[in-house]
C-alpha cells in the first residue's frame, strides 16, 4: 500500500570528518526523502483489492442447457433418419491450357 501510494522516510547517513590535526569527527545527517508512488504497485493494488473492477480477465458464465439440449435432438433425429438431406450444388470443372505450354515430364524424377 504505501508503495502504490507514495511516502516519505528518513535517511540516516554517518560521516567521518578528519580536520586539520588529524583529529576525526563523526557526522550524523539525517535527511528526509520521499517515495514516489510505484505505477506497478498500483495495479497490483487495485487488482487484488477489487478483483471484479480492476481484473484484466473477465469470467462469462453462459447457460447453454437450452442449446445442448437442441443438439442433442438434431443428432438423434440424424441417427434416426435414412437419408440425410444436404444441400449442395455441382460444379464442373474444366482446366485451359495455354498455348505453347508443356506439361513437365515425371518420368525421369
Avoid at 535517511?11 to 535527511?31: H, L, Q, Y
Avoid at 498500483?42 to 453462459?62: C, G, H, Q, S, T
Wanted: hydrophobic residues 30%; proline residues 5%; without cysteine.
Amino acid at each position: 500500500m504505501k508503495a502504490a501510494t507514495g511516502y516519505e522516510y528518513e535517511e540516516i547517513k554517518t560521516i567521518i570528518e578528519e580536520d586539520k590535526n588529524g583529529k576525526k569527527k563523526t557526522r550524523i545527517e539525517k535527511v528526509k526523502r520521499y517515495q514516489p508512488p510505484n505505477p506497478t504497485a498500483m495495479i497490483f493494488y487495485l487488482k487484488n483489492r477489487a478483483p471484479n473492477e480492476w481484473n484484466d480477465r473477465r469470467e462469462l458464465l453462459v447457460n447453454t442447457k437450452a442449446l445442448e439440449q437442441e443438439r442433442k435432438q438434431l443428432f438423434l433425429d440424424m441417427i434416426e433418419a435414412d437419408v440425410v438431406d444436404a444441400d449442395y450444388e455441382a460444379v464442373e470443372e474444366s482446366v485451359e491450357v495455354e498455348e505453347g505450354y508443356m506439361e513437365p515430364d515425371n518420368s525421369q524424377l
